[in-house]
Nanobody, 126 residues
Framework: QLQLVESGGGLVQPGGSLRLSCVVS????????IGWFRQAPGKEREGVSCIGSTLGLTKYADSVRGRFTISRDSARKTTYLQMNSLKAEDTAVYYC???????????????????WGQGTQVTVSS
């Protein structure tokens, strides 16, 4: 059974950095994409970034491009989201998810992903 576990969230001051990790286990897929999403209180879940397993192509939401970087360590089945220059509006629960259908580039809409982690809280506040 496919499982995803996020970690690395916490409280950080504006302008600070955090690195989130997503460890995926329990699957053997020829292709998959990993997406990072976030959901703030009272708002819909939104896509932040994604990365494909075959070519490693990435995609970012406009709101985080240039500040966030997604990367992966295939050997450890771990995907990272490096978040720099954090802003108060980045505060949310962050989720990682797996898409097991091939598409290039990977999509950032949540509806395309079928397997989800439990989320990790990121709070940006002074």
């Amino acid at each position: 059974q496919l499982q995803l576990v996020e970690s690395g969230g916490g409280l950080v001051q504006p302008g600070g950095s955090l690195r989130l990790s997503c460890v995926v286990s329990g699957f053997t897929l020829d292709y998959y994409a990993i997406g990072w999403f976030r959901q703030a209180p009272g708002k819909e879940r939104e896509g932040v970034s994604c990365i494909g397993s075959t070519l490693g192509l990435t995609k970012y939401a406009d709101s985080v491009r240039g500040r966030f970087t997604i990367s992966r360590d295939s050997a450890r089945k771990t995907t990272y989201l490096q978040m720099n220059s954090l802003k108060a509006e980045d505060t949310a629960v962050y989720y990682c998810a797996v898409r097991d259908v091939y598409s290039v580039p990977c999509p950032t809409a949540p509806d395309y992903y079928g397997y989800w982690g439990q989320g990790t809280q990121v709070t940006v506040s002074s």
